[in-house]
């Protein structure tokens, strides 16, 4: 059974960096799309970074790109996203999320992943 557990959130100030971490288990995520999505209060889930199943990647959502890392440990099953320059609008939960089925055009849709995290909260205080 796939399990996927986040850490690293935290509450932080503006221009402050953050290292989320995902860690799965039960699953060989070297063919997974492996990807983390956020949810901010009264908000959808949003796309945030991904790798494709196929390994190809990393892509971005376009708020994010340039201060916004995703990589990965696929020996240790575990993918990471380093924030850095946050602001108050990358305030929310954010999830891990892995497929082994979404294609890379579903690839920023949340409906298209099937195991998720837990869910870490971020804060950035302006």
């Known amino acids: 059974q796939v399990h996927l557990v986040e850490s690293g959130g935290g509450l932080v100030q503006t221009g402050d960096s953050l290292r989320l971490s995902c860690a799965g288990s039960?699953?060989?995520?070297?063919?997974?799309?492996k990807a983390w999505f956020r949810q901010a209060p009264g908000k959808e889930r949003e796309f945030v970074a991904a790798?494709?199943?196929?390994?190809?990647?990393?892509y971005y959502e376009d708020s994010v790109k340039g201060r916004f890392t995703l990589s990965r440990n696929n020996t240790k099953n575990m993918w990471y996203l380093q924030m850095n320059s946050l602001l108050p609008e990358d305030t929310a939960v954010y999830y891990c999320?892995?497929?082994?089925?979404?294609?890379?055009?579903?690839?920023?849709?949340?409906?298209?992943?099937?195991?998720w995290g837990q869910g870490t909260q971020v804060a950035v205080s302006s």
């Open positions: 790798f494709a199943r196929t390994g190809t990647g990393p």
């Open positions: 039960g699953g060989t995520f070297r063919n997974y799309a």
């Open positions: 999320a892995a497929s082994s089925t979404v294609i890379l055009s579903a690839l920023r849709s949340a409906a298209a992943f099937g195991y």
